[in-house]
C-alpha cells in the first residue's frame, strides 16, 4: 500500500489473522497506539479487526509517500525451529534444509538459465 504524506489507512481485517507490516520506504506511524515505524522496519500487530498506518506529513525527498507491505493469515500454532534464514517446524527439518543448501539443491540466485 502506498500512504500519502499525513494521510491514514484504515484497513478491515478479520481478527483471527496475524498481521504485519513491512515498510518499503518513508515513515509513519502503525496500529491505535500510533508507534512510530520508518523504512525497513517491521511491525506486529496483535488482535483486532482493522489495520491502520499514517504516513508522517513531512517524507524525505528520496521517498515522498509512505510505502508498506501487509502480510497475514491465521495462525498456525505449530512449534518454530529456526537456525540462520531457515526456518522450519523441527530441527531435524533443519539439518535437512541445511544439507540440502550444502549440497545444491536449492538452485542459485540468479537462477543459471544456461543450457535448459
Known sequence: MTVSPGARLVLPWPRDFNALIY???GSGTVGEERRP?????????GA?????????????S?????DV???GGQPIREPV???????MNTHAEIAQALADYQAGKMG???????GN
Not at 515505524?37 to 506486529?44: N, P, R, T, W, Y
Not at 489495520?51 to 508522517?56: D, F, R, V, Y
Not at 525451529?81 to 526456518?87: D, K, L, Q, R, W
Request: aromatic share 4%.
Open 62 to 66: 528520496r521517498h515522498p509517500n509512505l
Open 69 to 71: 507491505l501487509i502480510l
Open 81 to 87: 525451529a529456526h537456525y540462520g534464514p531457515f526456518v
Open 23 to 25: 515498510v518499503l520506504s
Open 37 to 45: 515505524i520508518e523504512s525497513g522496519q517491521l511491525a506486529a500487530l
Open 48 to 60: 483486532g479487526d482493522v489495520i491502520t498506518a499514517t504516513a508522517s506529513t513531512h517524507q524525505e
Open 108 to 114: 542459485a540466485v540468479p537462477a543459471n538459465h544456461i
